[in-house]
C-alpha cells in the first residue's frame, strides 16, 4: 500500500518516472548497502586485514533477491536501528566461517553515506540524459524560431517585439549553466566515506586510508580529504542544485502554461489522440503536463531548505539531521526525475503558433512600436522631448483605442519630424527586434556545456 504520491498506484507517473523510483527502491537500497560492504571486504583482503576467501564469500553472497524486505522494515522497526537487521541476514547468508569479516571496521553511516552516493550517481546519470535531451530540444526551437516574431512582455503587458527563438535561448542559456554547475559539483558530491565511528579509522589504524582509497576506486566514488559523518555540505549542495535546474524547468513550463492560454494561444502542447481536458467540458486542451511540471517544482525547491537545515549537525554524528536526508533527499531526485522527463515530453513536441503570435503583436493597436518611434524622434528633437511626446500621444490611444499609427500622423509635431513613411516604417515590429535573431543563433550554435 503506497502512502506517498510518488508511490502511489493512481499518481506515481505524474510525480517521477519509474526509473528513477527504481532507483530509490528499498531494493535500490540494499543493493547499493551489499556493494559498499563487498567493495569494503575486497580492499580489506587486499591489504590483509580480513582473508580473501571471507571478501570473496561476502561478495558473492551478497544476492538482492536473498534479503527479504518486508523483514528488514521490521527488524529495523524492532531494533530501533538502520542497518543492524541487513548486517544480520547479510551474515546468515554467509559462510560461519567468514560471516564475523562482514562490516569489519565500518560504522552504519559509512555504509550508508556511501550507499546513497551510489545511488545519488545513478540518478545523475538519468537526469544528465534528460537534461541532454532538454538542451537539443530548446537549440532547436531557439534556431528554428530565431526571426519567428512575438510580443515581449514585461510586468505582464507588452513591452517590445521580440522573437520566439530568443525566448527559447534565454531558456538554453540556463539549462545550460545547470548542466555546468551538475559537471563542477559531481566530483563534490559523489564521494564516499568509510572512515569508521567517529572519523578517525581508530579500529583498522595505520592501513584505513589506504582501504578507503581502494574500496571508493572500487566503487568509483572519490576519496575524502577527511571524515564527512557530520559535515553535509555535500547533501545541501546536491538539494540546491536540485532545486534551481528544477525550478528553472518549472519557469519553462509556467511559460508553456501561459503562453497557451485562450487569450494568448502562442504555444500549445501537442494534443495527442485520447488526452481528456475535462470531465464536463468536452472542448478543452489543457496544458496538463506542463501544469504538472510546475507543480512539481514548487514542492521541490520547497524540499531545499531541508539541505541547509541538515548541515547543522551536532558533534561528530547526529541522527536527528541525518535522517532527514534519507526522505527529503529521495524525494527532491523522484521530483526532478519526473521534472525533466515531462520537460523533455514537452518541449519535444511543443506546437508553436508563430501567426498567432504576430497577431498578438497588433492587440495594443501598434503601441509596443512606441520606443521606435520615440527613437527616431529623439534624433531630431531630443530624448526627453521625444518620451513626452510619445507618451502623450500613447496614453490617449489607450483611453480612446485610437490606432496609434492614426495618431502619430494626427500630431503635427510627429507628422512634420517623420512624415507618413517613416512613421509606417518605423512602426514595423519586424524591424525593430534588435539582435534577437542572432542572440537565439549564437546560443543555439554554442557547443554544449
Not at 537500497?29 to 561476502?58: N, T
Not at 495527442?272 to 496538463?288: D, F, Y
Request: net charge negative; proline share 3%.
Amino acid at each position: 500500500m503506497a502512502g506517498h504520491v510518488i508511490d502511489s498506484d493512481l499518481f506515481g507517473n505524474s510525480y517521477s518516472t519509474p526509473q528513477m523510483r527504481e532507483v530509490f527502491s528499498s531494493r535500490g537500497v540494499v543493493q547499493s548497502w551489499i556493494d559498499v560492504e563487498s567493495a569494503l571486504a575486497r580492499a580489506q583482503a587486499d591489504l590483509g586485514l580480513v582473508p580473501r576467501e571471507a571478501a570473496e564469500d561476502i561478495t558473492e553472497r551478497g544476492v538482492v533477491d536473498d534479503f527479504d524486505l518486508a523483514a528488514l522494515g521490521e527488524g529495523i522497526e524492532a531494533t530501533s536501528h538502520t542497518l543492524m537487521p541487513f548486517l544480520r541476514r547479510y551474515q546468515e547468508l554467509c559462510s560461519e566461517e567468514h560471516r564475523g569479516y562482514l562490516h569489519w571496521g565500518a560504522t552504519t553511516q559509512d555504509i550508508v553515506d556511501t550507499g546513497a552516493a551510489l545511488r545519488t550517481r545513478r540518478a545523475l546519470e538519468i537526469l544528465a540524459e534528460d537534461l541532454a535531451a532538454v538542451r537539443e530540444q530548446l537549440r532547436r526551437l531557439a534556431e528554428e524560431h530565431a526571426e519567428t516574431v512575438m510580443p515581449g512582455r514585461t510586468h505582464g503587458q507588452h513591452a517590445l517585439p521580440i522573437t520566439f527563438g530568443y525566448k527559447a535561448a534565454t531558456w538554453l542559456a540556463e539549462v545550460d549553466r545547470h548542466r555546468q554547475r551538475l559537471a563542477e559539483l559531481r566530483p563534490r558530491v559523489l564521494v564516499g566515506n568509510l572512515n569508521g565511528a567517529v572519523g578517525t579509522m581508530a579500529f583498522v589504524g595505520e592501513v584505513g586510508l589506504e582501504v578507503q582509497a581502494r574500496a571508493l576506486d572500487d566503487l568509483g566514488l572519490a576519496v575524502p580529504e577527511i571524515c564527512w559523518h557530520s559535515s553535509r555540505d555535500r547533501v545541501a549542495e546536491m538539494a540546491g542544485w536540485l532545486a534551481m535546474a528544477g525550478t528553472t524547468l518549472g519557469r519553462i513550463g509556467r511559460e508553456i502554461y501561459q503562453l497557451q492560454k485562450t487569450e494568448f494561444g502562442e504555444l500549445e502542447e501537442a494534443f495527442t489522440e485520447g488526452k481528456v481536458g475535462s470531465s464536463t467540458m468536452p472542448q478543452k486542451r489543457n496544458p496538463a503536463i506542463s501544469e504538472s511540471i510546475v507543480a512539481k517544482a514548487m514542492i521541490l525547491k520547497a524540499q531545499a531548505q531541508l539541505g541547509y537545515d541538515a548541515m547543522m549537525q551536532e558533534h561528530e554524528r547526529d541522527k536527528a539531521l541525518w535522517q532527514t536526508e534519507w526522505e527529503f533527499l529521495p524525494e527532491m531526485f523522484m521530483l526532478m526525475g519526473g521534472i525533466a522527463a515531462d520537460s523533455r515530453k514537452v518541449l519535444g513536441q511543443l506546437v508553436v503558433n508563430g501567426d498567432r503570435m504576430r497577431q498578438n503583436i497588433g492587440l495594443t493597436g501598434g503601441l509596443i512600436m512606441a520606443e521606435s518611434i520615440m527613437l527616431k524622434l529623439a534624433e531630431v528633437v531630443g530624448r526627453h522631448r521625444a518620451h513626452d511626446l510619445v507618451y502623450e500621444i500613447a496614453m490617449g490611444c489607450a483611453e480612446t483605442g485610437t490606432p496609434f499609427a492614426d495618431a502619430l500622423k494626427a500630431d503635427a509635431t510627429v507628422s512634420s519630424v517623420l512624415g507618413e513613411d517613416a512613421i509606417e516604417e518605423h512602426l514595423d515590429p519586424l524591424r525593430y527586434t534588435g539582435l534577437a535573431a542572432q542572440m537565439a543563433r549564437a546560443v543555439a550554435g554554442a557547443p554544449p556545456s
